[in-house]
Structure formats: C-alpha cells, structure tokens
T-cell receptor
C-alpha cells in the first residue's frame, strides 16, 4: 500500500541542525522528494533522491535514505528563521503521480 | 514568469452551491493535478490529467469533477458543495517526461463551505 508518515511538529533553536524524518511503505518507490511550504504559498521542491542512492548533499541540506527500513530524512544545517515552514516528503513509483506525507511543521526560535 | 496560476485565492460558499476552481500553467507542461490539503493529512490527490483530453481519479475524487480544457488549463468543479470540502486546494503541473523535474504548484485556493 501507499502510506507516507511524518511527525507533525519540530522545534529547533536558530543555528542548530534540524532533522525531519519520513517513513514510507512502498518499496517500489523510485524517487523520493522533499518539498517546503511557506505560509500562504504552494509547495516548492527542495531536493530529491533516487532510490539507489544512500545520501545526497546540497548546501545546507542532507538527505539520507535507508531503503531497508524505508526511512528518509532531511537534515538542515545551521537552521535559520527563514527555514520555518512545513516540510513534506513525497514518493514516486516511477510515474508522475506523487504520494505526499502528512507534513512536518518546523519552527525555528532565536 | 507566472508558472501555475490559481483563481480565486479565497472563496466562501454555502452548502449546496456550485463552484469551479480555475488553474492555468504557462510552462507547456503535459500533466496537471488537483490536490486538497487538510491539517494533519498532507496533500491528497483528487484528480489528475496526464495529457490534454485525459483525466483520471486520484485518491479522493468523490464530490468533484474536472475538465482539461486545453494543455494550459485544468479546472476543478464542485457541483454541490459540502462542509467536508472545506480545504485548501492546490493545482500542480509537471513536464512528465523526466521524473527529477519537480511538480510546480500554484499558491492555492482557500475554500470554506458553510
């Protein structure tokens, strides 16, 4: 079945690292994505990882994929107040349809 | 540089009223999508259109209809609005021939059904 789960909230201090976790159930997923949604706006793609990769780094963002445990994480280094948003993971099974997680609201405090 | 444009941005309806949400993209994308976003439930796919002239049901199609009017436009219609359809609706599009291309999202339509 298709089910993507995330914790609903995360609160971190400015300058610390944030780690947002995601679990999925469909082992046939080919691409996994992280999207960011700022208040009152649509979703913007942050980064993605192909299922045959373990890790991908893009500036302050690090994506880790544990395919055996079906676990995906997004690490944001040196978290800033501008990183406060809702973060969604999403999976694709090789089609252009995406299955989204429930979203994690990240709050960054000074 | 419009991307995906949704209209209206806000709407309040009474139960039983009908309404069409409009979506247009100027990126020559093939596939278009309608999602609804509810607290704690993420985005759920209502309908999608892989190409002009085709539409398919997503996860939560009941109570909705769609029309892919041309390559640019994909509309979502509520024939008889119900309070359970109070939500934020997002339209998205993608070129569809490369999976690493992101879905481009509009800014959403906030719909309240009283």
């Amino acid at each position: 079945g298709e089910d993507v789960e995330q914790s609903l909230f995360l609160s971190v201090r400015e300058g610390d690292s944030s780690v947002i976790n995601c679990t999925y159930t469909d082992s046939s997923s080919t691409y996994l994505y992280w999207y960011k949604q700022e208040p009152g706006a649509g979703l913007q793609l942050l980064t993605y990882i192909f299922s045959n990769m373990d890790m991908k780094q893009d500036q302050r963002l690090t994506v880790l994929l544990n395919k055996k445990d079906k676990h995906l994480s997004l690490r944001i280094a040196d978290t800033q107040t501008g990183d406060s948003a809702i973060y969604f993971c999403a999976e694709s099974m090789g089609t252009d349809k995406l299955i989204f997680g429930t979203g994690t609201r990240l709050q960054v405090f000074p | 540089n419009a991307g995906v444009t949704q209209t209206p941005k806000f709407q309040v309806l009474k139960t039983g009223q009908s309404m069409t949400l409009q979506c247009a993209q100027d990126m020559n994308h093939n596939s278009m999508y309608w999602y609804r976003q509810d607290p704690g439930m993420g985005l759920r796919l209502i309908y999608y259109s892989a190409s002009e002239g085709t539409t398919d049901k997503g996860e939560v199609p009941n109570g909705y209809n769609v029309s892919r009017l041309n390559k640019r436009e994909f509309s979502l219609r509520l024939e008889s609005a119900a309070p359970s359809q109070t939500s934020v609706y997002f339209c998205a599009s993608i070129l569809a021939d490369r999976k690493t291309q992101p879905q481009h999202f509009g800014d959403g339509t906030r719909l309240s059904i009283l």
